[in-house]
């Protein structure tokens, strides 16, 4: 995820189902998308909450509270909001891959690793986790919430790519791919900074998630 979040960013439709949001009450929802991932990204996620988007937008708090009624609501718009821009995400790298089960793993791959080693979207992540892991007293929901399509996503090319593999074996090794890409934007320097080394680990990174997708073994 790179700066065209703020861009990507769907109306969220909070009110209740059978009603609708008016063009204006969408613009809204839309501008308090935008405010709330922008102070989580520059402020952090200690300064995430309904008042400091009011006072960033210079409305009242109870015209916040119309769209979003809790910081509850509002972060799981916001999950939702990260979930619909990496689906898009895939549907193109999906799309440009090589028309085979290898090209379509392999540029699954390569994104989740270009994108660990985008600086924007460490600043994001690193203060979302703590931001959903607070926000659910630990208990690991929003941050499962917050992985799953991801993980359905490498799932999808893992069963594609070893047949005969069952639906839950392909979840727990894309569990372990993704867990190397989440620790990569802890652990690696970004890749802009050592080309050299970024290769070699692209590399590696490469050849360690086909060797788990296509083991012999269960896992």
């Known amino acids: 995820m790179d700066q065209k979040i703020k861009e990507e960013i769907a109306p969220y439709n909070p009110i209740p189902r059978g009603r609708t949001l008016s063009r204006t009450g969408k613009e809204t929802v839309a501008r308090i998308m935008e ?39 509002l972060i799981r718009a916001v ?33 989740n690793f270009n ?6 979207t460490r600043h994001f992540f690193i203060q979302l986790w703590p931001l959903l892991s607070t926000a659910d007293n630990y208990s690991g929901e929003l941050m ?13 090319r893992i069963i594609e790519l070893t047949p005969g593999i069952c639906e839950d074996e392909a979840l727990i090794r894309a569990e372990m791919i993704a867990a190397m890409f989440e620790g990569l934007m802890v652990t690696a320097p970004a890749s802009v900074d050592i080309p050299a080394h970024s290769q070699r680990l692209r590399e590696a990174i490469i050849k360690t998630a086909f060797a788990i997708a296509r083991s012999q073994d269960r896992v």
Do not use: P, W
């Open 35 to 73: 405010t709330a991932i922008d102070i989580l990204r520059t402020e952090g996620y200690e300064r995430f909450s309904l008042q400091g988007i009011a006072k960033r937008l210079g409305r009242r708090l109870s015209n916040i509270q119309y769209y979003f009624r809790t910081r509850e609501n």
């Open 144 to 156: 499962r919430c917050l992985y799953i399509s991801q993980l359905q996503q490498l799932a999808e």
């Open 115 to 120: 994108d660990s080693g985008n600086m924007d």
């Open 79 to 111: 999950i939702q909001k990260v979930e619909q821009t990496y689906d898009r995400h895939y549907e193109e790298v999906l799309n440009q891959a090589e028309d085979s089960a290898e090209g379509r793993f392999r540029a699954a791959i390569e994104f």
